[in-house]
């Protein structure tokens, strides 16, 4: 059984959150519950805000019960739409900003980060519990090298 990992993480590559799931599952149905479970932390000494600006995600995750989720909760959704031809619903934000976009190979960068870890790659875990460890163990390393490099 293939297993796919749905990550959630910032302009900078660290991982905030992710879920694990069948390889068959769609990828819509687990954008809310990634978007749900995080706060981002504010610069300000207020409350931390709940969600983020902007949502990058690829053609998997164009769903219209996504894009009015964004509506919603002010995030700006930019996720291409999986085919041309399809027209846009009148009331749901369609914006598709490509110079905003190609910010999405920061996340694309962090998966291959985890990938060098082979463990991760070739999934020797049986247990999907021991596998969602390991993940946890590979991002709380990436964290702590975030740290190391911007010197906190």
Known sequence: MTTK???????????????LSGGQASDTSYAQPLLDGISIPST???????????????????????????????IQPV???????RKPKPGLSMLFDQPKYRQRNVIERMFGWLKENRQLLTR????AKSYAAMVSLACSMRCLR???SYGA
Do not use: E, T
């Not at 990992?5 to 879920?19: K, Q, W």
């Not at 995750?61 to 996504?66: C, E, G, I, P």
């Open 44 to 74: 300000q000494r207020s409350r931390p805000r709940k969600r983020c600006k902007w949502l990058l995600a690829d053609k998997g995750y164009d769903a219209d019960s996504l894009r009015q989720y964004c509506d919603r909760c002010c």
């Open 146 to 148: 975030s740290l190391i």
């Open 5 to 19: 990992i749905h990550m959630l993480c910032d302009a900078n590559g660290v991982p905030l959150r992710f879920l």
């Open 79 to 85: 996720i291409p739409m999986r085919s041309i031809k």
């Open 124 to 127: 020797f875990d049986k247990l």
